[in-house]
């Protein structure tokens, strides 16, 4: 029995838009009894770069970040015990990885170490619109054992800004990994 055990989350960032939705979700469980381990893909850290102006480094949350080129990392064993991994946000070209099996980096090997131990594997994955690939490599991802979900945002909870907006989809995130969340609003609270 794991009663007391804190959850160990992997939070994986490759190179697709929607990067406030990240630093949401990091903010998040910053708030939260859990131990948080980060990988970026070099294109993550490129679009980071461009879209919200830093490092990986620089977000909140993480305790130690793990080199996407690093196959001998925690991560690339199961012995490594995460409880589960997030990417977010997903590019179309590690969901195809992650769909097909094909580890060449990081964290493809992760996420296919996730699969192979059937723990929680949730890819935020973001392109618009999509095509035929990426519908058919979303449908293999899920029979695979992965959550697909997208970044969208509860609208029904009437966010003010982008940041509550992009806070209410990190609420979706922290219930599928069964956290707590102080303050995480929900339909017809007011009711
Ligand atoms: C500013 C910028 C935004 C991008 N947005 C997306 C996106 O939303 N979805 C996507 O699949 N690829 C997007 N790409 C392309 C990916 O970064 C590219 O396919 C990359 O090879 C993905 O590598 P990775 O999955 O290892 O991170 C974007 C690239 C740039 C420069």
Redesign the pocket.
């Known amino acids: 029995m794991d009663i007391g055990k804190k959850k160990k989350i992997l939070v994986a960032?490759?190179?697709?838009?929607?990067m406030l939705y990240l630093q949401s979700f990091l903010e998040l469980l910053e708030g939260e009894d859990v131990i948080v381990h980060g990988i970026c893909?070099?294109?993550?850290e490129?679009?980071l770069e461009?879209?919200h102006h830093c490092l990986s480094r620089q977000l909140p949350g993480v305790s130690k970040w793990f080199d996407?080129r690093d196959f001998a990392a925690p991560p690339a064993s199961g012995s490594a015990g995460y409880d589960a991994m997030v990417v977010i946000?997903?590019?179309?070209?590690?969901?195809a990885?992650i769909a097909s099996g094909i580890t060449s980096?990081l964290?493809h090997r992760a996420a296919d170490v996730m699969l192979k131990e059937t723990k929680k594997l949730i890819l935020v994955?973001?392109?618009?619109p999509l095509n035929r690939t990426h519908l058919k490599n979303m449908l293999a991802a899920h029979d695979a054992g992965a959550v697909i979900c997208p970044p969208h945002p509860g609208l029904y909870l009437k966010p003010k800004s982008l940041e509550e907006a992009a806070q209410t989809f990190s609420w979706r995130l922290g219930d599928q990994l069964g956290l707590t969340m102080a303050g995480r609003k929900r339909w017809g609270d007011d009711k």
């Not at 893909?41 to 993550?44: D, F, R």
């Not at 946000?89 to 969901?95: A, D, E, K, N, V």
Request: a negative charge.
């Open positions: 960032v490759t190179g697709a838009s929607a893909s070099e294109a993550g490129k679009v461009l879209e996407s946000p997903c590019s179309m070209g590690t969901l990885s980096n964290i994955v973001r392109e618009t």
